[in-house]
């Protein structure tokens, strides 16, 4: 499994795809969240601006991340 590494308390999930690489732009996300696309822990999530603190899974289109965050050291093993 990827994983994503924040700096910040949080981020976005939207953003969190374009930085996982898994869409192109925010447009590309907004859309597939909204479709009901992705799950976050397994749960399907249509809020592009969900914030991920760190330690969730996020899965769209049969890829997954795992979000790490430096700020809290949530999601490291």
Not at 25 to 33: N, P, R, W
Not at 39 to 53: A, W
Not at 58 to 76: L, P, R, Y
């Amino acid at each position: 499994m990827e994983s994503i590494t924040i700096r910040d308390e949080f981020i976005k999930l939207g953003q969190a795809l374009k930085l996982a690489g898994l869409v192109g732009s925010g447009m590309d996300a907004k859309f597939i969240v909204q479709n009901g696309e992705v799950t976050v822990d397994g749960e399907v999530d249509t809020r592009r601006g969900r914030k991920l603190y760190g330690g969730e899974v996020v899965e769209f289109n049969g890829e997954s991340f795992k979000v790490i965050s430096k700020a809290t050291g949530d999601g490291e093993q």
